[in-house]
């Protein structure tokens, strides 16, 4: 089985800056097409069947390497997957610059999506090798702040910058070039096993004691992880459509403004019990999507930031609740595995139904496509405050159940011999 080392105070940090700046960094460029879609709808003629392929693109790839890749960091270590995913996003960086037509956009967008969907179990599996006690933050949070950053920064040079389809892509593509020479210089933080080539076939490996645990956090991530999807793909064209404005700045900080509301309530929750997490971010998310909707039909931008605001607490708060539920439930050799099949489920939430609302606005408009779609997530976010009560009620069944048995133990001490210890009558 694989063990992490526990590396010393100061390498342990060093591997912990360094991953976080790659997660960030992956997100980052995960959001950064966002605000250039119209842009490229503008110059290069394309039509939003189009667009919606090429936001489609992405999420496949991503779910095709979670299957392949989500446990292969538990056999051959982390550090050799997680430069395997820099030198792939780094490709996708650089077909991204010199795209000049929508087969490159394509192939560029699926290519990001495998070195993403590889990362994303390796690099958050190892940032809980490195800090067990902030890993876990940091998988909750760095990737809000990548998908704001940018979102808000390809906004800006958009807005501000020359070269707009190429200048974004160009700077990713040096910090990757960084990041893939520094992962050589940190410890690595798990022992390799056998099994790697076995471990590539298609599978979802949830650990058994994880099973039922998952299951009861899916329709909160399925909730939290569709309503990122609205805003990536369909709530900067909404905007345009409900208030008439324009900027590509206006749509980044919607989206940053979801994520950075997100980012904010896990540093706000993480001290609080997990279940008390989960019942404010599914209020807030209920909420600020009632919120968002309202906004835009009246065209008021400040109650439509408002909105976002406070679903952006139910975006982060919810997942942090489903990670809080689900990573003490298995060993360390287990981890990337059981990621891996959460982010299965959480890119086909962030996928599915943005590609269906995209389809569907052609037929029925965007304006009420995205009603439909607002209601799906309230219902969803109802949904899982029931699937939540009862994971509660049977983890506090369980704890009654240990207290008792504790209670039922005595220790008894022969003479000349060690404690033993025997369940009393």
């Keep these: 089985m694989s063990t992490p080392i526990a590396p010393a105070a100061e390498t342990s940090t060093a591997a912990l800056a360094l991953y976080t700046a790659t997660l960030t960094t992956f997100l980052a460029a995960a959001a950064a097409p966002t605000p250039l879609y119209p842009l490229y709808e503008t110059s290069w003629g394309l039509s939003p069947a189009t667009l919606t392929f090429v936001f489609g693109t992405y999420p496949v790839s991503v779910l095709a390497?979670?299957?392949?890749?989500?446990?292969?960091?538990?056999?051959?270590?982390?550090?050799?997957?997680?430069?395997a995913t820099l030198l792939f996003e780094g490709a996708a960086m650089a077909l991204f610059v010199a795209a000049q037509a929508v087969p490159m956009l394509i192939v560029a967008r699926f290519l990001q999506g495998l070195a993403t969907g590889a990362a994303m179990s390796a690099v958050g599996a190892a940032l809980i090798d490195a800090h067990r006690g902030h890993g876990p933050l940091v998988n909750s949070v760095a990737p809000l702040i990548g998908l704001a950053l940018g979102a808000l920064g390809a906004g800006a040079l958009v807005a501000f910058a020359p070269l707009p389809l190429r200048l974004v892509y160009a700077l990713l593509l040096a910090a990757i070039a960084v990041q893939a020479i520094l992962v050589w210089f940190v410890p690595e933080t798990a022992v390799g096993r056998p099994g790697a080539l076995v471990s590539l076939k298609p599978t979802i490996?949830?650990?058994?004691?994880?099973?039922?645990?998952?299951?009861?956090?899916?329709?909160?991530?399925?909730?939290v992880w569709a309503l990122g999807g609205l805003f990536l793909s369909l709530v900067p064209a909404l905007i345009r459509a409900a208030t008439g404005i324009t900027s590509p700045m206006v749509g980044?900080?919607?989206?940053?403004?979801?994520?950075?509301?997100?980012?904010?309530?896990?540093?706000?929750?993480?001290?609080r019990p997990t279940m008390e997490i989960a019942v404010l971010a599914i209020a807030a998310l209920v909420l600020g999507v009632v919120g968002l909707m309202t906004s835009l039909h009246a065209g008021?931008?400040?109650?439509?930031?408002?909105?976002?605001?406070?679903?952006?607490?139910?975006?982060?708060?919810?997942?942090?609740?489903?990670?809080?539920?689900l990573l003490p439930l298995v060993s360390p050799a287990e981890r990337s595995g059981l990621l891996a099949a959460l982010y299965v489920v959480s890119y086909l939430a962030h996928s599915l139904p943005a590609i269906a609302a995209g389809l569907l606005a052609r037929e029925i408009g965007l304006v009420a496509t995205t009603d439909l779609y607002a209601a799906a997530?309230?219902?969803?976010?109802?949904?899982?405050?029931?699937?939540?009560?009862?994971?509660?009620?049977?983890e506090q069944a369980a704890?009654?159940?240990?207290?008792?048995a504790a209670g039922n133990n005595v220790t008894i001490k022969g003479a000349g011999t060690p404690p033993a210890t025997r369940n009393s009558p």
């Design 377 to 394: 997530l309230v219902a969803l976010a109802l949904a899982a405050a029931v699937t939540m009560r009862d994971a509660w009620r049977c």
């Design 65 to 83: 390497a979670l299957l392949v890749a989500g446990a292969l960091s538990d056999h051959i270590g982390r550090r050799p997957v997680i430069f």
């Design 300 to 325: 008021v931008v400040a109650g439509l930031f408002g909105g976002t605001l406070v679903a952006g607490i139910g975006f982060g708060g919810g997942f942090l609740a489903c990670l809080r539920t």
């Design 399 to 404: 704890a009654r159940g240990a207290v008792g």
């Design 252 to 271: 980044g900080s919607v989206v940053a403004t979801l994520c950075l509301s997100g980012a904010a309530a896990v540093l706000w929750l993480r001290s």
């Design 205 to 223: 490996a949830v650990p058994a004691q994880a099973r039922r645990a998952l299951l009861r956090v899916t329709p909160l991530n399925i909730a």
